[in-house]
């Protein structure tokens, strides 16, 4: 078994990467002294993935929308305890999450390490799925549906996706919907579980006062063989254009709330970590806390303390976007794009460049005081197969010109769209 040590003297972190036998790849952050300890089980399989086929297959297979969040639910059970009753005997924290391009399951702990691993390994890799459990459970998951369907945060999101994306299942909710989950049975559910569940399609980031070796050893011997499959995701045609420019629901909200931002051509699987830190350095530009823009409409009353940003991207889909609440969203929409208009014609001020520059690579280096930053940043740098600290290493490398190109060559007016929740 081959370690790679992976060390930065200028951050003064290192972190152990390896590759087992059936393929599974493991990343461990060992921090001394540290009194918790956090660990990621994950699998590279999302909410977009409703079509898919192994290699040899020669039709692709297509899976209920919402499948992977459904089998999510459904693994944490088994015909005795379940896991979450197993994590609490030995006074661990756990949780999971699906979300468009993965399913990851993890604990955090003080004490009893080796035991929440152990836990951890057994039940991801001990699917207990029957025709009673999975009709029961659809009705759990239909609440949790109906529960989204009201909540604007969650709507003003998706809702805008609808608008943006044609195509591409991102638009789609990631619970799915009621219909789609009464699809689901016991047989889907292991046939997605066989396909996406084997270990060269997985991950683990592990960050506390662990000896590395040893918990690589521990790993090795409690993880199963690989079937050697290769799965093939089906290409998602989406056109460059939006669906529509403005969506609008009314829900029980104190205010408006909104979501806004601009549809990118995304012709490749993904970005790459040098477009989304030089992207992240511009949106902070435009819209951070420290920037013009924020400044003027916290002063105008258009906003709240809150204008946040993202750039959201993944598997053939990429979009800047920005949220918040505002008495007049269009208001805040004018702002903004009059705004990047007015960068693009008079050019970044240097010092707005080199304080968003700082504040990323600050932010860098504080996530490695806290484990579960830790091992949210090595999940990230997995899924988007870099050296973690290649991250700081390229936001230092960042120029001006670098920002300017992305402003000149991003962000087109033809691809935006908003989407409102506004008061019944």
Not at 413 to 423: G, R, Y
Request: proline share 4%; charged share 25%; glycine share 8%.
């Amino acid at each position: 078994m081959n370690i790679i040590e992976h060390k930065s003297d200028a951050l003064g972190e290192r972190y152990y990467e390896t590759v087992l036998d059936n393929g599974l790849r493991v990343y461990i952050c060992p921090k001394p002294d540290f009194a918790t300890a956090y660990a990621v089980y994950g699998t590279r399989y999302g909410s977009i993935d409703t079509r898919f086929r192994l290699g040899g297959d020669g039709d692709f297979t297509d899976v209920p929308e919402g499948i992977a969040h459904f089998l999510e639910h459904k693994l944490f059970e088994s015909e005795d305890l379940d896991a979450f009753e197993r994590f609490a005997k030995t006074g661990a924290y756990a949780n999971a999450y699906t979300s468009f391009d993965r399913t990851c399951y993890l604990f955090a702990c003080t004490s009893n390490f080796e035991a929440n691993l152990d836990i951890l390994l057994d039940f991801v890799q001990s699917p207990y799925f029957t025709a009673a459990s999975v009709q029961k459970e659809q009705g759990i998951i239909g609440q949790e549906i109906r529960m989204y369907d009201d909540d604007p945060q969650w709507r003003v999101m998706f809702n805008l996706l609808c608008v943006m994306y044609q195509n591409h299942p991102v638009r789609i909710d990631i619970a799915g919907t009621v219909e789609s989950i009464a699809e689901i049975d016991d047989r889907l559910l292991y046939k997605c579980y066989e396909t996406f569940y084997d270990p060269s399609n997985m991950f683990i980031c592990i960050a506390g006062d662990v000896d590395a070796e040893a918990v690589i050893g521990r790993i090795a011997d409690a993880v199963g063989p690989s079937k050697g499959l290769k799965i093939e995701r089906s290409a998602h045609s989406e056109p460059v254009g939006i669906v529509s420019s403005y969506t609008e629901q009314k829900l029980s909200v104190s205010q408006p709330m909104f979501c806004m931002g601009f549809k990118e051509p995304c012709d490749k699987p993904e970005v790459t970590l040098r477009e989304y830190l030089q992207t992240n350095i511009l949106l902070d530009i435009i819209a951070g806390e420290s920037s013009p823009l924020f400044g003027r409409l916290l002063d105008e009353g258009l906003i709240g303390e809150n204008l946040g940003t993202e750039f959201f991207n993944g598997y053939g889909y990429a979009a800047e976007l920005f949220e918040g609440e505002s008495r007049d969203p269009s208001a805040v929409r004018d702002a903004l794009l009059g705004e990047i208009e007015r960068l693009r014609r008079d050019g970044i001020d240097v010092q707005d460049f080199i304080r968003s520059k700082n504040s990323l690579y600050g932010q860098t280096v504080m996530q490695y005081n806290n484990v579960e930053q830790i091992g949210g940043a090595l999940v990230a740098a997995e899924m988007g197969g870099y050296d973690l600290f290649s991250m700081a290493d390229e936001i230092a490398a960042v120029t001006l010109e670098d920002i300017e190109r992305r402003l000149h060559t991003s962000m087109s007016a033809d691809t935006f769209a908003m989407s409102v929740v506004a008061p019944k």
